[in-house]
Structure formats: C-alpha cells, structure tokens
C-alpha cells in the first residue's frame, strides 16, 4: 500500500492538529512534494543528515520529525551548512520532511501526556489546558502511586523514561507525591506548577533565575535532556501514525553524545 503526502498529512491532522501549533512555530511539510508517493514512513525526534540517510535505506519517503529542521524563514539554501546539506540529502533521497511540534506536544496523545503515562501519574490533567476541545493542552500534572524521596522519584524518573541524567534542585529527602510536568523548554511554566500545586516540576530547560524564582516558592525542580526527554513520546507518535495510516512506521532514534568530562 502507498499514500500521497498530502493524504498522509490530513490523517495525521487527527493525531496533532496542524492549528494546534505555537503561531511562532513552524509545522506541516517542510521540504518535499504534497504528491510524493509513500509507503513507509520514519519517526525521529530531530533531523540529521544521518536520520535522512537511515530512513532512505530503508525506503522511508517521509520523515516525521518533532523539532523543525527550521523555524525562521531561510535566507537563502547553502550547501556548506546543516540545513543545505539535510534539504539536499533530502532532495535527492525523495524523503519529505514533516514536523509534528507544539501540536505534537499539545496533543491528547502527545509528549506530555505519554510521559505522565510512564510515571504512572494519576488524576493526570494539563497543566494549562487548551482551549480548543481537540486538543489536550501544556504540560500535565497527576499524582504518583505513593509518596516518595526526591531523589527516589529521580532515579525512577530517569528509568521510565530511559534518559542518561537527571539533574535535581531542593531537598533530596523532602517526600514528593504530586508531579507536574512539560516536555522540552518548559521553564516558563513554573509558576503554573506552583499553582497546580506540584511538590516538583520536572522538564527540560529551565534559566538560572526562574530555578531561584521557583525554589524560593517552594518547588523542588528536575531537570532532563530536552531531546530525551521528548523523544521517549517518538514510540507513541509512531503508533498512531501506523494505527491512522496503515503504513508502516520506524523510530529512529538520535545517538546520545554527551559525557561527563
């Protein structure tokens, strides 16, 4: 079996509505043809020109990614930069690229909601709901099975989710029992965590004077990889792209480079 892009695109739209997006962002088919027939498809958090190849090889006409391989208008299309030399490996491989952003992370499927699910979260809702009733909102808050350390709810955190650090700011002893979290950049949701009254704010990037803004008002803070930490939703993304489509769907998932010098 074998579907247009444009097709594959207007199914997906069920899964994370392209409206759903960030006005800043930049979503939907951003290199390729519409009328580009394809029969498999790819899933990878970021675009590399090594993720581009692999989903080639594999005969991946499309490449569902969650970061944009770019969010401003390009100036121009060289072939000594990152972007040139993705377009062009693109290009010529006739892979389109798709990326699934803040509408992936908004949706009731989404980032936030499949990493509430792995922490096993109760009474899980978003940490500012959406307005649109399509969609599911930002962040999530819920409640674990039972009260724990915080730096026993690290190390489970960190399994759950299978990331390579988790880096924690308060009391490592202090018990912690209601989590509220935001896949990726999320440290300008702290206060809405606060209010939700999160015992610990778990996400991404987070700048030096809201992690001081947030300890003072009482919240422990965790913070992760922002690749990692939303490429665990890549399985689930994959999932319902197979499930909508009925084409099979592949994970690529991005090597860990970093290390502790």
Known sequence: MEKRVDEILEEVHWIAPFSGAESWDNVGLLVGS?????????VAVDVT???VERAAQKGCSLLFSHHPLFLHPLKNVLLNTREGRIIERSLAHRVALVALHTNWDRSRIGVNVALASALSLRDVRPLLPATEAELWGDGAVGSLDAAVPLRDFCAGLRKAWDISWVQAYGDPRRVVSRVALLGGSGGGFWKAACTSGAH??????????????????GLDLVVVDHGEMEEWSMKHLAMA???????????????RRMFSA
């Open 34 to 42: 519409p009328s580009w027939s394809v029969k498999r498809i790819a």
């Open 49 to 51: 020109e090594e993720i």
């Open 200 to 217: 610990v704010y778990v996400t991404g990037d987070l700048k030096y004077h809201d992690r001081l803004d947030a300890l003072w008002h």
């Open 241 to 255: 792209v197979r499930e909508m489509t009925g084409l099979e769907t592949e994970v690529f998932p991005l090597p």
